[in-house]
């Protein structure tokens, strides 16, 4: 899907499909390995710059996005817990959710 979404063949993707019963949107954990390095929160900036596309991400306030309480019934897609990754100097973490 990625891929095909954003029109490059190039993008390699290692998905791990986990099917819950839940009542409410969609959850993704994602790593990003970039070609340059991204600071934090200029990370944040981008994504808070695209379109259809919410940024919920204070650490020290604890907030980050759940389905329930941000994406059930929006067509917006919430980003949060967008953290540098210790394992891989050029890596992003993200947690994403959708209805």
Not at 13 to 30: D, K
Not at 69 to 91: E, K, N, T
């Amino acid at each position: 899907e990625t891929r095909k979404i954003l029109e490059d063949e190039h993008i390699l993707v290692n998905p791990t499909a986990v099917r819950v019963p839940v009542l409410y949107g969609h959850s993704e954990a994602i790593h990003l390995e970039l070609k340059t390095p991204l600071d934090v929160n200029r990370a944040r900036a981008l994504l808070s710059e695209a379109p259809g596309v919410k940024v919920v991400d204070s650490p020290e306030q604890l907030l980050y996005p759940t389905p329930i309480m941000q994406a059930s019934g929006h067509d917006d897609v919430y980003v949060g817990r967008i953290r540098q990754d210790i394992s891989h100097p050029l890596g992003l973490n993200l947690w994403v959710v959708a209805d």
